[in-house]
């Protein structure tokens, strides 16, 4: 009796191993302790609604907008609603299958005597029965293929949701890099039109002089070549204005034509202050990374299901039926019948270990795909963190600079009106006077462009559940 005690405990702690799928490989990637960039730590971590902290109500209703109606969001909860189907598909083995049958049949002879295939014969030449069966067969899941099949589907069912929040967080965060543009070209637009007019203002001035003999030729052709230059920005930039709202409205899921005129500015809109913890908070809060994890999960799963089936498979069956040759006496004969049958696999010239080897390297791909989506979430938080970092010094002196070149513009008017200054100044400080104002609404839109993006490399406020 001590050895087939053995044998049986031995048997079942190998199978009970068997059924039991293995975690899958660490990344072994260590998270930084803290960020290099200058970061906020007070500051509360972005929930899931990020966009409101920019206090802009037109952002949030083409967030919202964009959530409800955009192509690529209902794309991505439809490859959710596959994977569901897939996981239910997977798991249906895990328990007996039952089918419920119901036939009948009449065979007549036409002439002859029939043969022994036949029911129907010379002395009756018309035969009639009927039968009913129920049918159950199950697989015992011996070395957990079958569980491991399943767990492959659930794995890959969360990739697939966490694949759908990564498409809602970049169509969020296009939208609001998208409307900051708009703004910002609205804004370079002013400004545009701002200086035009005072290049406008000149050329009178210019004019006037030139009629007086005070200004030559040369000094007139200079001051309407720089208005022409001027007026060739107007269109260039009414272009990109218009470039961007074809792309808004198309993250919206809209025509062009649909698109409501802004009616925010860029100044208007607030500075969120954005708080971003420590590196290691970004693996449970980046669904990219989420979804990198869980389908390494699945590939190791997979690796489970090549293996277990190249081991023997025992499948039991029963049947309970009945059959008559009329239809009222259908149950009046039952009878049950049961199978049990194992097979194994003998040849098959390579085919199961090529699944198993092919199952073990698609999981050392993903295990490398998992560690670097690590490694590119703390590099988009860095990026990001350098960016508002770099953006605020430069915006310190740009303001300087924008005030001192109005400053310089006015003075070199009024000097060159009064005859003490030379044209030549006062188109330097024009496009001194340009540049720096543009480039201050550029630098306004880098600002809470990096915002957008920190929240972006953050996760937007999404954590595991």
């Known amino acids: ?8 405990l031995l048997t079942l702690s190998l199978c009970l191993a068997a059924c039991s799928t293995p975690p899958p490989p660490a990344a072994n990637i260590e998270p930084p302790t ?25 952002l949030d209703r083409l967030v919202e907008r964009a959530r409800h109606n955009s192509h690529d ?11 569901q189907a897939s996981a239910v598909i997977a798991g249906a083995p895990l328990l007996p299958e039952l089918r419920l049958g119901l036939d009948g049949s009449r065979q007549r002879l036409l002439r002859g005597d ?12 018309t ?34 949701r966490f694949d759908r929040q990564t498409v809602e967080l970049t169509l969020t965060s296009a939208v609001a890099d998208s409307y900051l543009q708009g703004l910002a070209l609205e804004e370079q637009l002013r400004i545009a039109r701002l200086n035009l007019g005072n290049a406008r203002d000149v050329l009178a001035l210019v004019e006037a002089r030139e009629r007086s003999g005070a200004a030559t030729r040369l000094e007139l052709a200079q001051q309407r070549s720089l208005v022409a230059a001027q007026e060739r920005q107007l269109p260039l930039l009414e272009q990109r204005r218009q470039d961007n709202r074809v792309t808004l409205a198309t993250l919206l899921g809209d025509p062009v034509q649909a698109l409501p005129t802004s009616l925010d500015t860029l100044d208007a809109l607030r500075w969120p202050s954005i708080g971003s913890g420590v590196p290691s908070e970004l693996l449970g809060r980046r669904p990219d990374i989420a979804a990198a994890e869980a389908r390494l999960a699945a590939a190791n799963a997979d690796i489970q299901v090549a293996r277990a089936a190249m081991l023997p498979r025992l499948v039991l069956g029963a049947d309970l039926g009945s059959g008559a040759r009329t239809f009222a006496n259908l149950l009046d004969s039952p009878y049950y019948t049961l199978t049990a049958g194992l097979t194994a696999p003998i040849f098959n010239n390579g085919r199961l270990s090529a699944a198993r080897d092919l199952a073990s390297a698609r999981q050392q791909e993903l295990l490398e795909a998992y560690r670097a989506s690590i490694l590119a979430g703390f590099a988009d938080v860095e990026k990001a963190l350098n960016a508002i970092s770099g953006v605020e010094r430069q915006r310190q002196w740009q303001d300087q600079e924008v005030e001192q070149a109005r400053i310089a513009f006015d003075l070199a008017q009024q000097r060159y009106g009064a005859g003490a200054e030379t044209l030549l100044s006062v188109l330097e400080t024009q496009r001194t006077l340009y540049q720096a104002q543009d480039q201050q609404a550029q630098l306004r839109l880098a600002r809470l462009q990096g915002s957008v993006a920190l929240y972006k490399a953050l996760g937007g406020g999404w954590q595991v559940q």
């Open 1 to 8: 009796m001590t050895i087939p005690s053995r044998f049986s």
């Open 34 to 58: 803290t960020w290099q960039g200058p970061t906020q730590v007070a500051q509360p971590f972005p929930d899931q609604q990020w966009w409101r902290a920019f206090a802009s109500g037109e």
């Open 73 to 83: 969001l209902a794309a991505a909860a439809a490859r959710v609603r596959q994977a």
């Open 114 to 125: 029939g043969n022994d295939q036949l029911d129907a014969s010379s002395s009756e030449r």
């Open 127 to 160: 035969s009639t029965s009927f039968g009913t069966r129920l049918s159950a067969s199950y697989e015992i899941d011996f070395w957990g293929g079958l569980r491991a099949s399943r767990d492959s589907a659930l794995r890959s069912l969360a990739a697939s």
